[in-house]
């Protein structure tokens, strides 16, 4: 142990009050903690020093006694760490004990999903993966599934305890679920090894539930899919998915979308994208086709004179609806000039008149031949 002055120990002045004293051991007792310092021997030797400058100069008449004698008037100096050294540290940092543990490792917080003081947990989430068509992603539609999930068990009522049985309050953890210990100055809190965490003993098990309080059970559901979602959309239905044990509250559902590859259609965002083909003629001479819309419905759209092929039209407001919000998106046709793959003779004489009539030479008699020597 060293020889120098407790006061120099923990950088103080002699005359320094009580809660300098406090204040200043605090920092040091934070800083060269053994299980912050794991292996540093240093660092455990000056704990090892403030410590016991700390526990000198907190008691009035120890403190006297070293002012006026040095350490021969303690007795100390040779008991070392942890034999008769200074060890309750709740006058110092109180309600820091739990910050220190939570610091290091052992704290345990009742936060969302986990326990409580009163033991209880939050029922487990749920995910469901829901296979939508596109035409019920644009207009909307309930669907019904079916989720296995972890219901209160009927039998016991969610206690775990047979009937005429009922659960016994943990006397290691006084019903908590947690157990404190302390290491040094650090107040650590644990699941208590003896209920595993619930707070209650049961030693008459529900044959049902096999204790657990809980049982596997198949529910149906009805979800509504609101016009406009998307793939990858996550809708959230409280309180529909797995029971809490110990009565906790149940967790939520959350139905993910997933919308499935349409035949006709190709959706980018709100808008929808179809391709539609025409004929030559058409393409020519104009026109008015019909397209179809996503509602079942058609849609008259009027081909204009030489529209080509990969012309796009658009058809505003048929596309897929805002989700949350107001108004769709549009409809994109693609159109498609087809060419015909065989000809009546009437036709290729028709066309023949129209390629002269334009000064061009088609046909067999058009053709260009090619001579390799």
Known sequence: MSERGYYEVLGVAKGASDDEIKSAYRKLAIKYHPDKNKGDKEAEEKFKEA???YEVLRDPQKRAAYDQFGKAGVGAGGQGFGQGAYTDFSDIFGDFGDIFSEFFGGGAGGGRGGRGRS???????????????????????????????????????GTGAAKGSSPTVCPDCSGTGQVRRTQGFFSVTTTCPRCKGKGKIISNPCKTCKGEGLVEKRRTIHIKIPAGVESGSRLKVSGEGESGPNGGP??????VTHIKRHPVFERQGNDLIVQKAISLSMACLG????????????IQLKIPEGT??????RLKGHGIPYLGSYGKGDQHVIIKVEIPKKLSKKQKELLEEFARESGEKVGSGGKSKLFFQ
């Open 51 to 53: 410590t016991e400058a």
């Open 308 to 313: 080509e092929s990969g012309q796009i039209f």
């Open 119 to 157: 033991g209880s947990n939050r029922g487990s989430d749920l995910r469901y993966n829901l296979e939508v068509s596109l035409e019920d992603a644009a207009l909307g539609k309930e669907y019904k599934i079916e989720i296995p999930r972890l219901e209160t068990c009927t039998d016991c009522s």
């Open 287 to 298: 026109g008015e086709i019909e397209v179809p819309a996503i509602d079942g419905k058609t």
């Open 250 to 255: 149940s967790g939520d559902l959350y139905v």
